[in-house]
């Protein structure tokens, strides 16, 4: 996965993608490029609260389902506009079982690089469980998720992953900032980095949800909006 950018749409959300894709710093908000992926890593055997997002039928960003109707994914994945859609609970993105964002159903963050999307039917599956302050730390090795860019040499849209990988990274920062300023985890590449089409995705700690994919240079730095920060955010919209 390589974070350099966001990657809220490979083809269609130029900006989601810019905040994983172009080199940017991960402790300050970027406006041009912004997209991740993961590079090099390794791939998933099981994730049921994963969740694969398409704009208008493209494969776009990763993010998580942590409610039977809500999903949890970033701002800039959702920015562009179109019909979203989420393959949901298999490692493979082509499978899973599909979902509909509901009309009026986008809630984003005022200032964090965070957005819940209100699905069109309840999803009976395992939900990422939702970390709170104090579950990640600075010196943790954590571990990143997402179906992005697994190359550096060729338009990432080329190399999306079909099968979900995971890489580790360092934390070395947990009030940095995310792609809109907003309050965020950074880290530096363990095995592998986020890149175009990882944003949205998660930050696991001790196994639960500390981090939502926002930035990332793709070669080492990576900065994951820090949701334990914004958990009061989160359960005032999804109850959870």
């Given at each position: 996965?390589?974070?350099a ?83 949901i ?76 990988k ?21 880290a530096?590449?363990?095995d592998?980095i ?25 070669q ?21």
């Amino acid at each position: 996965m390589s974070l350099a950018r966001n990657l809220a749409g490979v083809a269609g959300a130029v900006l989601a993608a810019a905040a994983f894709a172009a080199p940017a710093q991960a402790t300050e908000p970027q406006a041009q490029d912004v997209r991740p992926n993961i590079i090099d890593g390794r791939e998933v055997d099981s994730a049921p609260w994963a969740a694969r997002l398409f704009v208008d039928g493209q494969e776009n960003c990763t993010a998580t389902i942590i409610a039977p109707e809500w999903v949890l994914t970033a701002q800039h994945c959702v920015a562009g506009g179109g019909q979203l859609s989420f393959n949901i609970g298999d490692v493979d993105q082509t499978q899973g079982e599909h979902a509909e964002a509901k009309s009026g159903g986008v809630v984003v963050h005022d200032t964090a690089d965070l957005a819940l999307v209100n699905i069109d039917h309840a999803v009976q599956t395992e939900y990422a469980p939702l970390g709170s302050v104090g579950d990640v730390e600075v010196g943790d090795t954590v571990q990143t998720y997402g179906w992005g860019a697994t190359c550096t040499d060729k338009p990432e849209i080329e190399c999306q992953a079909q099968i979900l990988k995971v890489a580790d990274v360092d934390v070395t920062d947990i009030a940095c900032s995310d792609y809109r300023g907003g309050t965020a985890v950074c880290a530096t590449r363990g095995d592998g980095i986020p890149a175009g089409g990882d944003s949205g995705g998660p930050m696991f700690s001790g196994g639960v949800q500390v981090g939502v994919a926002s930035t990332s240079d793709r070669q080492s730095t990576t900065a994951y909006t820090n949701i334990t920060e914004y958990r009061d955010w989160i359960q005032s919209v999804a109850g959870v």
